[in-house]
Nanobody
Framework: QVQFVESGGGLVQPGGSLRLSCEVS????????LAWYRQPPGKQRELVADITSDGRINYGDSAKGRFAIARDGAGNTIHVYLGMNDLEAEDTAVYYC????????WGPGTQVTVSS
């Protein structure tokens, strides 16, 4: 079983920055590709970025050039990070992390609100 706990969200002005963290615990040995997703108000969840255990990275169109994903840790606990710069109102969403190869139970997410 794998658990995800996201943190680091908040209220930020347009053009601001945030760094999200996700603590992944449990049976992490089976995880290869971890990802950040987001769900804007009234919309479906979408992929933001993903990273493999050997460091290969992929970004969704909305994240390219502004966001950076990273991961560290080993054993029973892994951390996945999402650095976000030049935030826009359209980035307002609840952000989640999960296993991209095999979606598992979602964590609580962390709310990011971009507003002046």
């Amino acid at each position: 079983q794998v658990q995800f706990v996201e943190s680091g969200g908040g209220l930020v002005q347009p053009g601001g920055s945030l760094r999200l963290s996700c603590e992944v615990s449990g049976d992490t040995y089976s995880l290869r590709q971890l990802a950040w997703y987001r769900q804007p108000p009234g919309k479906q969840r979408e992929l933001v970025a993903d990273i493999t255990s050997d460091g290969r990275i992929n970004y969704g169109d909305s994240a390219k050039g502004r966001f950076a994903i990273a991961r560290d840790g080993a054993g029973n606990t892994i951390h996945v990070y999402l650095g976000m710069n030049d935030l826009e109102a359209e980035d307002t969403a609840v952000y989640y992390c999960n296993d991209k190869d095999f979606l598992r139970s979602w964590g609580p997410g962390t709310q990011v609100t971009v507003s002046s």
